[in-house]
């Protein structure tokens, strides 16, 4: 092991045009928060790194659409973004932009020192051109006939009534969304990182140096990026907006979105160190400093496999040591959705339950996503608070200071006679400091908070059990040792809570009058000196009433009621056939026999299908509504007359018929009553 001197963490760089949601927080930002603080708590030098990312694609497309410009989309979402983790104590020590200058140079030099060494390789292609407005297209800016399946409406990388994967030359009849015109090819030069010539490294520094420390899904996804074989990955793009490619012959280019975000990190600690006349680089290239990336699994392989390649080609940089990527998180049962709104911003939330940081926090971290997708239901967020910090924190901490305020005038009293079961107690108080600081140490932030938990449960039983207030006419010496005990637990409490409830923690510390402590005074049963006076006992949580939730989710029904009206809107009516017209499509009713995912694909299944006719396979574009196992035995509609395509390498023959919503949500089409495989649909 090496000697760590210094810890680098960084945080995902939230993408400038929305808000943030309980599913970043969740993923994210309240974890890396709860990591850095408790390092802070043992006095490592840390430098905890967050940004807004502000280019890209779909910042542009947002502009055109609301007719401002990208810096209009990105100041205004930077500055909600910015607010919100202020609000919430996610306690950067710089939260950056990468629209800032620092950045562009930053970024530029980075792309001029790979080009200058030749770690980037040229590559001549031909690209989609609109001639009326002068602009290469975005593969996002190109629309037309995916050649899969028919949607009129594919996009130039992808196919979203399919799931293929695209590229804009396959699609049929293309027309560019910026003129409405047909774009021409025409030939242009990028650069781009040969990840390829990295296999060998990859291979040695994750499959073989991080199989034990890096989290099973984290590696799990490292290895079947590398198993598929890694791609050159073109570094520049035809675009205004982002960082100019430093090179003359590259007029009209910027660096892709995801080769300058990454390099954000790097630009936001200079700026930190410019501010605090200090030196960036041993945060980034002295090996005794130790780098962690939190990030969603969303982005698993640019902060494991393609930033570690650049950082690697560079040569002047250290390569992450962990990058704990959490699950995603779901809301009461059903993904979280921008387009859709069913989310909950955290901004909102600030207006909505002001003082109530620590709640949300607490919520999203016992809930965490840490080896799976976790669902986040607003029933439970008001059981966390009533029944867990109320009824056991809260009421452990309230119940000790209002007594020792009641028997002693808030002053601490003297520690008298021991018993076995106060030993007891102060015997388990010393193991918690460790016992939490493991967990954490290994990125298990949930179990790490349930050991917190564990220290409340333990005070508030040990008052429960001794009922001071039951003893203090026979027994006043002995009420004094309980009080003395139960406070210094409440001590202890306050120092250990800090990362996971910090607002919770300065409350606790202003009442009992205690001093900023390190971590490794957690635990000690010595914490507060008897005769020093306590300060008037303050609620630190108070009850979540019915009323308050139900406003919440009703908040989420009108989203789902909106949702539905918008998806009301009907489909003109198609132009009319006759009875011989439809008389040629064969629909009938088949059982499905098996269904498997189609690797690679996130929307595609396979299904063996009985027609009735016979047995066949075809590919169903329906994976994100449907587990292959509940579609096993179900009679539904197909065309089966339909010409066979080949789909990802299976001769598909037919189409199972589905119900379309607006937002795109299919429904499969089924028999009111079970009839024979085969039977017709007229
Ligand atoms: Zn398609």
Redesign the pocket.
């Known amino acids: 092991m090496k000697d760590i001197k210094r810890y680098t963490v960084t945080s995902a760089l939230p993408y400038a045009n929305g808000p943030v949601h309980i599913g970043h927080l969740a993923g994210v930002y309240v974890p890396a928060d709860i990591y850095v603080r408790y390092l802070r708590n043992n006095g490592k030098e840390v430098l905890f790194i967050g940004g807004s990312d502000e280019h890209g694609v779909p910042i542009t497309i947002k502009a055109r659409k609301e007719g401002v410009t990208p810096q209009d989309i990105v100041d205004r979402y930077h500055n909600i973004i910015k607010n919100s983790f202020e609000q919430l104590g996610i306690s950067f020590d710089i939260y950056s932009r990468t629209s800032n200058p620092t950045h562009h140079e930053t970024a530029a030099e980075f792309f001029k020192f790979l080009y200058d060494n030749g770690k980037l390789i040229e590559k001549t292609t031909q690209h989609y051109y609109d001639e009326e407005a002068h602009e290469f297209l975005a593969d996002r800016y190109i629309t037309g006939t995916?050649?899969?399946?028919?949607?009129e409406h594919?996009y130039g990388d992808q196919?979203?009534?399919?799931?293929?994967s695209?590229n804009a030359t396959d699609l049929i009849n293309p027309k560019s969304a910026l003129s409405g015109n047909t774009p021409v090819l025409k030939e242009t030069k990028h650069w781009y990182l040969p990840l390829n010539e990295y296999d060998a490294w990859l291979r040695e520094w994750i499959l073989q140096g991080h199989k034990a420390d890096w989290r099973s899904t984290v590696y799990g996804q490292c290895k079947s990026w590398i198993e598929q074989g890694l791609q050159p990955r073109a570094v520049t793009r035809d675009l205004s907006w982002g960082v100019k490619v430093p090179l003359q012959e590259a007029e009209g280019k910027v660096l892709y979105v995801w080769f300058d975000a990454p390099i954000g990190y790097i630009s936001a600690t200079k700026e930190w160190a410019e501010e605090h006349h200090a030196d960036w680089k041993p945060w980034w290239q002295d090996q005794d400093t130790k780098l962690v990336h939190f990030i969603g699994k969303d982005n698993i392989v640019f902060h494991c496999i393609i930033f570690p390649c650049m950082l690697k080609a560079h040569g002047g940089y250290i390569l992450p040591d962990n990058v704990p990527a959490n699950e995603f998180l779901n809301l009461e049962g059903d993904k979280i959705s921008t387009s859709r709104n069913w989310a909950v911003w955290a901004h909102e939330y600030i207006e909505d339950f002001p003082g109530k940081q620590d709640v949300l926090r607490y919520t999203l971290t016992s809930i965490a996503p840490e080896t799976k997708d976790a669902d986040f239901t607003w029933a439970d967020f008001q059981a966390k608070n009533n029944n867990e910090l109320l009824a056991i924190f809260g009421n452990f901490v309230n119940r000790t200071v209002v007594l020792s305020h009641k028997y002693y005038g808030g002053i601490i009293p003297e520690c008298g006679v021991m018993t076995d079961y106060e030993n007891e107690i102060i015997e388990k108080m010393k193991e918690f400091p460790n016992r939490i600081g493991e967990c954490i140490e290994h990125y298990k932030f949930r179990e790490a908070q349930a050991e917190l938990m564990n220290l409340a449960r333990l005070g508030n039983k040990y008052l429960t059990d001794t009922e001071p207030w039951k003893k203090q006419k026979e027994n006043p010496e002995y009420v004094k040792t309980i009080l003395h005990v139960s406070l210094q637990i409440c001590a202890s409490l306050s120092i250990l809570c800090e990362p996971f409830l910090p607002f919770t923690a300065k409350k606790l510390q202003k009442i009992l009058n205690l001093d900023n402590k390190c971590w490794k005074d957690g635990g000690k049963s010595d914490l507060l000196k008897a005769g020093s006076q306590l300060n008037p006992a303050e609620y630190l949580f108070e009850k979540i009433e019915d009323e308050t939730i139900a406003k919440q989710v009703k908040k989420l029904e009108d989203t789902k009621k909106a949702n539905e009206t918008a998806n009301a809107d009907v489909i003109p009516e198609k132009e009319q056939v006759s009875f011989d017209d439809f008389q040629k499509m064969d629909i009938r009713v088949v059982t499905v026999l098996a269904a498997e995912k189609v690797a690679k694909t996130k929307k595609l299944l396979k299904l063996k299908v009985n027609t009735g006719i016979d047995t066949r396979e075809i590919i169903s574009?329906i994976a994100e509504y449907y587990q292959p196992e509940e579609l096993v035995g179900k009679q539904v509609l197909m065309l089966v007359n339909l010409a066979p395509k080949n789909i990802k390498g299976v001769e598909s023959h037919g189409m199972v018929l589905m119900a379309e919503n607006a937002d795109g949500r299919l429904s499969i089409m089924q028999p009111e009553k079970q009839v024979k495989e085969g039977s017709t649909v007229k």
């Open positions: 995916c050649p899969q399946c028919g949607n594919a196919c979203e009534a399919c799931g293929t695209l574009g």
